[in-house]
């Protein structure tokens, strides 16, 4: 495992904190031990983190080819774990990890926002563009995508979902799902391929997460989205990026360690699964 942070928030245009986020998570990590909520010891397992990549000013689009890089370095057999930042962490993310994969790679998004705007608030890269830019940039198939949990769209977006074939799971289905299911039907489409997750911590309730920029009601319950990252242990991983946490618009630390929470059970898959 291989932690990278980006602490950039430039895409987060309603509400920016996100910046904040990887050194938030690194100083709280500290209170969890290295187990998982099953009582697994995380004893086999190596964690390096290597800090926060540089970047210039400006916004991700000045930064995508440099943080991608960054990732891309990734050794063969380690898994990188990333930081963001706002969500425009996974551009660069998916690029790498398409590369680094040969193509093999299917994604898992898990948001309120399926951030598939070309353009959004005038920009090409808004948060609200994020995943759009990464299957541009990564030359990803649209089918290869699996959205969790959204509630929130724009007309574009639910256009773009219908002509290119992405699966939409919303929070109000999933909401009836089992883990078994989310399995099954993700476990169905990406055949070969190593599934690289995409976080957005807004994916949760705000009642779960209230410290992120965008927060959106009717979403995932913290327990839900455990058990459905239980049901994958099965699937080979491609790796991790988690974004939009906001420390200054927190309060009690409550979304950080929801977080931190989400990377540790991820750490659990790893050493459950196959890679
Ligand atoms: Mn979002």
Redesign the pocket.
């Known amino acids: 495992m291989r932690i990278l942070g980006v602490p950039l928030d430039r895409g987060s245009l309603y509400r920016p904190g996100a910046a904040q986020a990887p050194d938030a998570l690194r100083k709280l990590s500290a209170i969890f031990a290295p187990v998982s909520e099953h009582a697994e010891l995380f004893n086999e397992l190596t964690v390096r983190d290597d800090g926060n990549v540089a970047l210039v000013e400006g916004d991700m689009g000045a930064n995508v080819d440099s943080v991608a890089d960054e990732i891309f370095k990734t050794a063969p057999g380690t898994l990188p774990i990333v930081l963001g930042g706002d ?1 425009t962490t996974v551009s660069p993310t998916l690029i790498a990890q398409q590369k680094r994969l040969n193509g093999k790679l299917s994604v898992l998004y898990i ?3 399926p ?1 598939l705007n070309d353009v959004s608030r005038h920009t090409r890269w808004s ?1 609200g563009c994020a995943l759009r830019r990464g299957l541009e940039l990564g030359e990803i198939e649209p089918p290869k995508v699996t959205l969790l949990g959204c509630r929130d769209y724009d007309w574009d977006e639910i256009q773009f979902i219908r002509r290119t074939g992405i699966t939409l799971i919303t929070a109000a289905t999933a909401h009836g799902w089992t883990g078994t299911q989310l399995a099954d039907e993700i476990g169905s489409r990406i055949g070969s391929d190593a599934l690289h997750i995409s976080l ?1 911590i ?2 949760l309730d705000p009642a779960y997460a209230p410290g ?1 920029g ?1 927060p ?1 009601a009717g979403g995932l319950t913290s327990r839900e989205l455990l058990d459905f990252l239980r049901q994958l242990r099965g699937v080979r991983l491609a790796g991790l990026d988690v974004d ?1 946490v906001a420390p200054p618009l927190d309060t009690g630390h409550i979304t950080s360690l929801a977080a931190l929470k989400f990377i540790f059970e991820f750490l659990g898959m790893v050493k459950i699964g196959a890679s």
């Open positions: 969500h948001d309120a926002h951030d948060n957005d807004d994916s992120t965008v959106s939009e």
